[in-house]
């Protein structure tokens, strides 16, 4: 079991960044692909970003590239994720997942372990 908690989401005006954090339980953390996801109401659970076990590979999803950075620590067992240059359809709860596949997984059926969300509001 790997038990996921994020942080960091709140109500910023549009152009601002966010960071958020997500600590892992598990100290074999280092192992797992994570992965970002969003969900804003009414829709499905959207990928964001995703990082290899030991950060050697991200990918990210078009609409945030150049604006969204992934990160990982895993001496802290942690994950982040920069926000930067935030837009009014960023709103959403930002979900942080654990997965096993060894590579930077866009698939929201690949990540078996995930936190319990964090609101991230911007406004225009």
């Known amino acids: 079991q790997v038990q996921l908690v994020e942080s960091g989401g709140g109500l910023v005006q549009a152009g601002d960044s966010l960071r958020l954090s997500c600590a892992a339980s598990?100290?074999?953390?280092?192992?797992?692909?994570m992965g970002w996801f969003r969900q804003a109401p009414g829709k499905e659970r959207d990928f964001v970003a995703a990082?290899?076990?030991?950060?050697?590979?991200?990918y990210y999803e078009d609409s945030v590239k150049g604006r969204f950075t992934i990160s990982r620590d895993n001496d802290k067992k942690t994950v982040y994720l920069q926000m930067n240059s935030l837009k009014p359809e960023d709103t959403a709860v930002y979900y942080c997942?654990?997965?096993?596949?060894?590579?930077?997984?866009?698939?929201?059926?690949?990540?078996?372990?995930w936190g319990q969300g964090t609101q991230v509001t911007v406004s225009s």
């Open positions: 997942a654990a997965g096993s596949r060894p590579f930077a997984d866009d698939d929201v059926r690949e990540y078996g372990y």
């Open positions: 598990r100290r074999t953390f280092s192992w797992y692909t």
């Open positions: 990082i290899t076990w030991n950060g050697g590979s991200t």
